[in-house]
């Protein structure tokens, strides 16, 4: 499975959002974009296309996609009849990591993915490995038994009955370890810090 190997500190500071914890120290104490050049002060003013871009690639390391997978969204938000800004964070808010991760069952949407990808979960009742499944109203998220043993997740859950999310269309059982979807997310369930519709006239050129 491709996999971007980029240091995650130094793809916040990039697109100037923490994609894990451990990155906000980082971008603390050096809050500008990486490389020699230093703090971007005093260059010309970006054209169209590099506002365009950058937001593209923000959005595409917050939810931790590769460009083929990214484009897949966007050129099926753009089928589908609506808004496609907001169908397409829509349909990335769906994908089962981004709901392992907003049910804080794993600190960044990275550690959900890597979750996911080794067979911690069930849905539905199945075992599940593939981080990019789009979630409907009714499917059932699950820690696996023999999952739910180990430390990590022990220890998740005594803190999840402290600390419940409050996610508008997820239920979680924290005792249990299991979510349902109750619902679809909404645009302003998504990130916030989002102009999805530069993202959509940079796939429009």
Known sequence: MARNLTPIVKQS???KVALHPKAIKGMQK???GPGDHGPSAGRSKPSQYAIQLREKQKVKRIYGLLEKQFRR???EAERRQGVSGDIMLILL????DNAVYRLNLAP???AARQLVTHGHF???GRRVDIPSILLKSGDEIAVRPKSAANVYFKTLAETLKQNQPSVRWLSLNATKLQAKVTGEPLREDAEQDIHEQLIIEFYSR
């Open 13 to 15: 500071r990039r697109e």
């Open 30 to 32: 050096r809050p500008y």
């Open 73 to 75: 969204i966007v050129t």
């Open 93 to 96: 808010e769906r994908r089962l």
């Open 108 to 110: 960044s949407r990275q």
């Open 122 to 124: 069930t849905l539905n």
